[in-house]
T-cell receptor, first 114, second 115 residues
Framework: GQQLNQSPQSMFIQEGEDVSMNCTSS?????WLWYKQDPGEGPVLLIALYKAGELTSNGRLTAQFGITRKDSFLNISASIPSDVGIYFC??????????????FGTGTKLQVIP | NAGVTQTPKFRVLKTGQSMTLLCAQD?????MYWYRQDPGMGLRLIHYSVGEGTTAKGEVPDGYNVSRLKKQNFLLGLESAAPSQTSVYFC??????????????FGQGTRLTVV
């Protein structure tokens, strides 16, 4: 099945640094979602984006819906130890009626060095 | 409000054994999903359900069956477990508002090892 290209696959950063990760697709979406998975837990939604070009923040997190509708970016500012986890992007093509498939990225594993 | 609850959390099976993973949600969501998560593969959809009494195949349905006899429950069955089914399994649910499917709410996962 289709997978989104998410990069980087993993990263080690120092506490206090900013982090950027992105997701690209060969097909367009009209919804982009960013999830975080803490160790031993299920993914939890961080940010949802519904319009091309949209820039949305949630505390230290900022995500953007790419203009081409084929990509999205997530930035974390001033990282802290609890930012550790796996970050997943997910794309969805919303249409009226029925189930709309969600495609998940392969994840970015973030480790923060105190 | 418990959200999405999965049982069991851990299980070890021998090759050829069968088992059922249970998922319950208390949010009255229409849609429910079963995913498997493998290293470097992200989340892959096994089966899903858009309502009570209905199920459909996802990306990787082979070797699994599901049932949704009640709206709040979605069961995942392994008929004859194989080592390739060693994975972490996540159940999730979501609902529709207008024409938009909301984001998925995930359970805590079931770590299954087949030896």
């Amino acid at each position: 099945g289709q997978q989104l290209n998410q990069s980087p696959q993993s990263m080690f950063i120092q506490e206090g640094e900013d982090v950027s990760m992105n997701c690209t697709s060969s097909s367009i979406f009209n919804t982009w979602l960013w999830y975080k998975q803490d160790p031993g837990e299920g993914p939890v939604l961080l940010i949802a984006l519904y319009k091309a070009g949209e820039l949305t923040s949630n505390g230290r997190l900022t995500a953007q819906f790419g203009i081409t509708r084929k990509d999205s970016f997530l930035n974390i500012s001033a990282s802290i130890p609890s930012d550790v986890g796996i970050y997943f992007c997910a794309g969805q093509l919303q249409r009226s009626g029925g189930y709309q498939k969600v495609t998940f990225g392969t994840g970015t594993k973030l480790q923060v060095i105190p | 409000n418990a959200g999405v609850t999965q049982t069991p959390k851990f299980r070890v099976l021998k090759t050829g054994q069968s088992m059922t993973l249970l998922c319950a949600q208390d949010m009255n969501h229409e849609y429910m999903y079963w995913y498997r998560q493998d290293p470097g593969m992200g989340l892959r959809l096994i089966h899903y359900s858009v309502g009570e009494g209905t199920t459909a195949k996802g990306e990787v349905p082979d070797g699994y069956n599901v049932s949704r006899l009640k709206k709040q429950n979605f069961l995942l069955g392994l008929e004859s477990a194989a080592p390739s089914q060693t994975s972490v399994y996540f159940c999730a649910s979501s609902y529709r508002t207008g024409t938009v499917n909301t984001e998925a709410f995930f359970g805590q996962g079931t770590r299954l090892t087949v030896v």
